[in-house]
């Protein structure tokens, strides 16, 4: 009888063995996302090759790894439900590699009038575009800008394009590039307007929140030319042609979805 028993643990010990060193390797990386496989080879300050769960191969530069996770056993889902009420489960704040994105910013606009006092307008835009890879996005917007209290609204239409280059993708470089309509005013005398070019460079940084949503902050400098025809107090006519550059501080709700089939 004792032989029996020793030959069953015999034959069990293998599966008992690959039970405890199953387990998946964890990649975080720095911009808060989390890669589930094994890692197949890797050397500090070398590019790190991990095979997905899928089977598929990918190579992660060591610059984007914030910390590594080996053979993290898999919980079965009681065991993850009752977790210890002290450890708190890791909260991940998600950027987007790939999908479509939608903006709507709030923006101040600061300078100085034609008359050189300081004035403060404010503005409201939405791009709406493709986030083509982890730090490029390019896009279409409208919005409205108004840059006095008189007749000095106008509405462009331009390209965003917005680079985050950094491994960790917080900061990011953007640009837009368009065209303003102006529109004439009778209320203020201002019976003829024509638009002209906008461009809009700024820097800023993004604050990842929940997955599909984030927040970005920028600051920039905004050029918009426009020509007015105005009728003044004594009926003489003035023609004016301008190029507002004010300084810009934005606020937006950054909304995002992946690329289905993609992670």
């Not at 293998?14 to 496989?37: H, S, T």
């Not at 197949?40 to 790190?48: E, N």
């Not at 610059?63 to 993290?72: C, D, G, L, S």
Request: charged fraction near 25%; charge should be positive; include cysteine.
């Amino acid at each position: 009888m004792n032989w029996k028993l020793v030959l069953f643990a015999w034959f069990c010990l293998p599966v008992l063995a690959q039970g405890q060193d199953a387990g998946a390797d964890r990649i975080f990386l720095k911009n808060g996302e989390v890669i589930i496989g094994e890692i197949v080879s890797y050397a500090p300050g070398d590019t790190l090759r991990f095979r997905l769960t899928t089977g598929k191969m990918i190579a992660v530069p060591d610059t984007e790894v914030a910390r590594i996770k080996q053979h993290v056993p898999e919980k079965p889902l009681m065991e993850e439900l009752a977790m210890d009420a002290d450890e708190e489960p890791e909260k991940v704040r998600k950027l987007p590699r790939n999908g479509r994105f939608n903006s709507t910013f709030i923006s101040i606009l600061t300078g100085e009038n034609r008359f050189g006092n300081f004035t403060i307008g404010t503005g409201i835009h939405n791009i709406t575009g493709l986030i083509l890879s982890p730090g490029i996005s390019l896009g279409l917007g409208i919005g409205v800008d108004n840059y006095a209290r008189r007749a000095e609204t106008i509405v462009p239409v331009y390209v965003h394009i917005r680079m985050a280059p950094y491994p960790n993708r917080i900061l990011y470089f953007g640009g837009s590039v368009g065209y303003g309509q102006a529109f004439k005013r009778e209320k203020f005398n201002v019976f003829d307007a024509r638009g002209g070019l906008m461009a809009h460079p700024v820097v800023g940084f993004q604050i990842p929140g929940e997955d599909g949503a984030h927040v970005l902050v920028d600051l920039g400098v905004q050029f918009q030319k426009a020509s007015y025809t105005e009728r003044l107090r004594n009926n003489d006519i003035e023609f004016r042609d301008v190029v507002f550059k004010r300084a810009t501080m934005r606020v937006a709700l950054n909304l995002w979805s992946r690329k289905r089939g993609r992670k």
